[in-house]
């Protein structure tokens, strides 16, 4: 079966740090575009950055730009999204997915697919 396994949210507080794991399973994520995305319940799900296969190529949504950063292992077929400076506004659910089109289209994974289940992030004192 092919999918990808999210990792690493929690509850953090305020300006604390997290490190999201987007692990494959069942497939190689070498020669995929990968993004993040979040949603909370009841709101649109948004595109918060994307990498391309080489990871030559990064971007970000204004609202997380200078605090995310988004980085690939293609030895260990993960991809990660370190979040630094964390705000409440930051707590969602994050997901990531593959770009089924090939490409980052700005910072979003142009054609997402192979969707996991998501790794919930709760920023609160």
């Known amino acids: 079966q092919l999918q990808l396994v999210e ?5 953090v507080q305020p300006g604390g740090s997290l490190r999201l ?4 399973s069942g497939f190689t994520l070498d020669y995929y575009a990968i993004g993040w995305f979040r949603r909370a319940p009841g709101k649109e799900r948004e595109g918060v950055s994307c990498i ?5 190529y990064t971007n970000y949504a204004d609202s997380v730009k200078g605090r995310f950063t988004i980085s690939r292992d293609n030895a260990k077929n993960t991809v990660y999204l370190q979040m630094n ?3 409440p506004e930051d707590t969602d659910v994050y997901y990531c997915a593959v770009s089924e089109a090939g490409y980052c289209s700005g910072y979003v ?3 997402p697919g192979y969707w996991g289940q998501g790794t919930q992030v709760i920023v609160s004192s």
């Open 7 to 11: 990792s690493g949210g929690g509850l």
């Open 21 to 24: 794991s987007c692990a494959a």
């Open 52 to 56: 391309s296969s080489s990871g030559a």
């Open 85 to 87: 400076s964390l705000k």
């Open 109 to 111: 994974a142009e054609d």
